[in-house]
């Protein structure tokens, strides 16, 4: 069964930082392109990060840019998401996904498997 379950969400203060990891099991996560989507109650689901299976490009959100920080432990079939300097705006709950390419978030949003997502909330 393919499964991606995502954990390390939770509340934290403006300016502080979370961990995100995401463990897939049922497939090997090594072989596809691995992401983050984030989604606010009302708003489209966005795609803010993605890391390419082999070659390619690493793929950050305008907004989060500079402050997120995407990679992949195979050994662990896991892929993580640092979240720094984390402002009230990254507030949603953040989904793992996983698919063929990168692209750019549009691209995110056809991923065929999905975690079950993992909230943030930052606020003071």
């Given at each position: 069964?393919?499964?991606?379950v ?6 934290v203060q403006?300016?502080?930082s ?8 049922g ?9 983050w989507l984030?989604?606010?109650p009302g708003?489209e689901r966005?795609g803010i ?8 490009s690493?793929y ?5 840019k500079?402050?997120?920080t995407?990679?992949r432990d195979?050994?662990k079939n896991?892929?993580y ?9 990254d507030t949603a709950v ?7 390419l ?17 909230q943030?909330t930052?606020?003071?």
């Amino acid at each position: 069964q393919v499964q991606l379950v995502e954990s390390g969400g939770g509340l934290v203060q403006p300016g502080g930082s979370l961990r995100l990891s995401c463990v897939a099991s049922g497939f090997t996560l090594e072989h596809y392109a691995a992401g983050w989507l984030r989604q606010v109650p009302g708003k489209e689901r966005e795609g803010i990060s993605c890391i390419p299976s082999t070659d390619g490009s690493t793929y950050y959100h305008d907004s989060v840019k500079g402050r997120f920080t995407i990679s992949r432990d195979n050994a662990k079939n896991t892929v993580y998401l640092q979240m720094n300097d984390l402002k009230p705006d990254d507030t949603a709950v953040y989904y793992c996904a996983a698919g063929v390419l990168c692209g750019d978030s549009d691209t995110m949003k056809r991923f065929g498997s999905w975690g079950q997502g993992t909230q943030v909330t930052v606020s003071s």
